[in-house]
T-cell receptor
């Protein structure tokens, strides 16, 4: 069974600080996605990474896929209160496989 | 354009009752997914449709759960003899076609509470 573990589960930091969220597995994934979910809404896709070692940037967010395609990280620079939410990583064993979600990191940015 | 919509937004029912949850995907999306999200957890895959057929129902927890998509658009998730452990947010998502590389667009979910 493929599992994705996210750490930390909860993170509360001051606005302006930097943070990193991790997503780890013992399994290899063909692709890995990061989502952000706000209360009462469904997850919204932020990025998909498919190549080992790939780095993608989305404004202040930097996503990295591990060389072995078993892990990923999300780094946020100069966090803003609008970054508050539940961040989920999700992976698929192949392009035709179902997506498995991690348990999420709940991020709170204090003004 | 309209996104994925789900009805009802909230459903409270009693243990043992039957419930139906509806999902209207984005027009033209052939792939439709159902997930269940418990408090403090990520979404858990239940079933995936490609067109009218269930391509993967391996996530359905037991035979009390059933889903249909008769015309390849709207889908209904049906739960018989509900139990308190079925309480969760049920999310629906759709994508243009099958494949994990295709972006899934999620609806806001139906919060099911079984008393």
């Amino acid at each position: 069974t493929q599992l994705l573990e996210q750490s930390p589960q909860f993170l509360s930091i001051q606005e302006g600080e930097n943070l990193t969220v991790y997503c780890n597995s013992s399994s290899v994934f063909s692709s890995l996605q990061w989502y952000r979910q706000e209360p009462g809404e469904g997850p919204v896709l932020l990025v998909t990474v498919v190549t080992g070692g790939e780095v993608k940037k989305l404004k202040r967010l930097t996503f990295q896929f591990g060389d072995a395609r078993k892990d990923s990280s999300l780094h946020i620079t100069a966090a803003q209160t609008g970054d508050t939410g539940l961040y989920l990583c999700a992976g698929a064993a192949s392009s035709a496989s179902k997506i498995i979600f991690g348990s999420g990191t709940r991020l709170s940015i204090r003004p | 354009g309209a996104g994925v919509s789900q009805t009802p937004s909230n459903k409270v029912t009693e243990k043992g009752k039957y419930v139906e949850l509806r999902c209207d995907p984005i027009s033209g999306h052939t792939a439709l997914y159902w997930y269940r999200q418990s408090l403090g957890q990520g979404p858990e895959f239940l079933i995936y449709f490609q067109g009218t057929g269930a391509a993967d129902d391996s996530g359905l927890p037991n035979d009390r759960f059933f889903a249909v998509r008769p015309e390849g658009s709207v889908s209904t998730l049906k739960i018989q003899r509900t139990e308190r452990g079925d309480s969760a947010v049920y999310l629906c998502a759709s994508s243009l076609s099958r494949g994990s590389y295709n972006e899934q667009f999620f609806g806001p979910g139906t919060r099911l509470t079984v008393l």
